[in-house]
């Protein structure tokens, strides 16, 4: 075994990676005290020699976009042909509860990359997004892996994710267009160019590899939509026909499937018949497979100039979707499609064929990445390492996951029970919600208003309440009285008021409690 390999089995080592961590961070806060920004440029004339970056893994995470959690084949779709994402959860370690930890804005893949590539929470995240020129106010994961001797190549959406952190790889390039049987060969195309230059053996990489797919508006190609006619069409979900009684009056940016009659941008719920409601998943399904083909020309490369057997490669997506689920079709629900996202991950000396199901959040993906390729975190990561998780299915990464959606939602959830809170229709509403997902894994059935589950739905409160504390929710700082986007996130400051109101459905309040009575601009 060689040393790439022993660099990532060490790794999964957690009292002896901590302990190199802890002697390696200490370096390193020496080399680039904690100041954001230096960490690049200090890096690039003391570590980029490659001296001290010999031997470690190269890394390729391939970010989807609005991919649902139950559209892989191996990972227990019988509908759809993932055949080489298949490949890497035979090869790899799948972990099935990955959830993003929400959004503070209806364009909820924005967050959920800028938190992957900072590892800052959602209530910490920063958000200059705006300037061409600017550079990221908080170290990027393209800034840490250029700091420790990696080139690096974002290819991928341009906007929707957290550009000025985009411009800091040594190569960026934005690709904007739709993938559509015309395009599909151009980005794959670039990936294997790159993995084909010589630098490639000398230096190890970091390519992000981030297009928007299978994000809609969905243009599958022919062939790939033949596979999805007829009796191989793929069926609706299991809670399409579920009503979604919470949302009374709360406006949402709809997915833009109108093509196949979705209803006019804004509305909730689809009035698409059947026909229409499965040809649209047949189209997404079918994007997925052309998609799919080209992670696997990806892969085939990686294989073919030997580079595979020390690269970690990761899948994973930005975001779920609902595809009529709860007879909503979009992602800016906390339901669990929309939410919770595939994470697989493979590499030298890591498990083949193995699935986790501890709890973690997808920007926990950085400090797990320099963990395994033993870089020290930086202090502004706030979130945290699964790399032993990789290794142990006995460990546990986290016990609960708290999940917020601008000021509309929360929700909390632990390994059986799952509380949603919704605070809507511009504080007109609040609902509750409470699902058994052993029992009741579509989240088709609210048990909030059993008497025998009151002490629960009072208890989980609690727990959320606390859990939001102390992520930092309500966030108090700075940026939230500055910042219009931040500032739409405060949920319990207006929550604890109506603590009157007991667990139920949808619930009117007197007008003395409308708190902004006038209508918003959506963001987008
Ligand atoms: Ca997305």
């Known amino acids: 075994m060689g040393r790439h390999s022993d660099a990532v089995l060490s790794a999964l080592n957690l009292e002896e990676s901590r302990m190199k961590l802890n002697a390696l961070f200490l ?90 590539m900072t590892g800052r929470n959602l209530f910490h995240m920063p958000l200059d997004e705006g300037r061409p020129d600017n550079k990221p106010s908080v170290p990027v994961d393209f800034q840490m892996l250029r700091a420790a001797g990696y080139d690096t190549f974002y290819l991928g959406k341009n906007g929707r ?84 009684a919470a949302f ?3 406006e949402l940016r709809d997915t833009n499937c109108r093509a196949f009659g979705a209803g006019p941008a804004g509305s909730l719920f689809s009035t698409a018949p059947e026909e229409k409601r499965r040809e649209a998943l047949a189209a997404y399904y079918a994007v997925m497979t052309g998609y799919d083909k080209q992670i696997g020309r990806v892969l085939d490369e990686l294989e073919h100039t030997g580079l595979a057997k020390n690269t970690l490669v990761v ?56 963990d395994l390729i033993g870089v020290p975190v930086p202090t502004s990561v706030e979130t945290k390492s699964f790399a032993p998780c990789i290794k142990d299915p006995q460990l546990v990464h986290r016990k609960n996951i708290y999940m917020a959606y601008r000021r509309e939602i929360r929700t909390f959830r632990d390994e059986q029970y799952k509380l949603v809170l919704y605070n ?22 609210n048990l909030a208003k059993n008497p025998e589950q009151a002490e629960r739905v009072r208890r989980m409160i609690a727990q959320a309440h606390e859990a939001g504390k102390e992520l930092g929710d309500d966030y108090q700082g700075k940026d939230a009285g500055r910042n219009a986007i931040m500032s739409k996130l405060r949920f319990w400051s207006t929550w604890d008021m109506r603590h009157e109101f007991g667990p139920g459905d949808v619930q009117n309040f007197p007008e003395k409690y409308i708190i902004d009575g006038t209508k918003e601009e959506w963001g987008d």
């Open 161 to 244: 994710t957290y550009n000025p952190g985009c411009r800091t790889a040594d190569r960026c390039e934005f690709f904007s267009e739709t993938f559509s049987a015309k395009n599909k060969d151009i980005c794959p195309d670039k990936v294997v160019a790159y993995l084909r230059e010589p630098e490639r053996a000398k230096r190890p990489f970091y390519i992000s590899f981030a297009i928007s797919v299978p994000h809609d508006p969905l243009s599958p190609a022919p062939e790939d939509l033949a596979l999805y006619k007829g009796e191989n069409a793929p069926p609706l979900p299991p809670n399409e026909s579920v009503s979604h």
């Open 315 to 370: 899948f994973a997506s930005d975001n779920g979707l609902s595809f009529w689920d709860h007879g909503l079709i979009h992602k800016q629900s906390l339901y669990e499609t929309d939410n919770r996202v595939p994470l697989i991950i493979r590499g030298p000396g890591l498990p083949a064929g193995q699935k986790r199901g501890t709890f973690v959040y997808l920007s926990d993906l950085l400090p797990t990445l320099l």
């Open 248 to 250: 009374a009056g709360f």
């Open 424 to 445: 809507v229709a511009y504080s007109k509403a609040r609902s509750t919600q409470l699902f058994d997902l052993k029992a009741d894994p579509y989240e088709k059935n």
């Open 27 to 116: 370096s390193m806060t020496l080399l680039f005290p904690a100041a954001p920004g230096l960490l690049a440029e200090s890096a690039s004339s003391s570590q980029r020699d490659g001296s001290a970056s010999a031997g470690k893994p190269n890394i390729l995470l391939i970010l989807a976009d609005d991919l649902r959690p139950d559209c892989i084949g191996a990972l227990g779709n019988p509908h759809i042909r993932t055949p080489n994402i298949d490949r890497l959860v035979t090869q790899g370690v799948a972990f099935n509860n990955c959830f993003v930890m929400g959004s503070n804005q209806t364009a909820v893949c924005t967050p959920s990359r800028t938190m992957l």
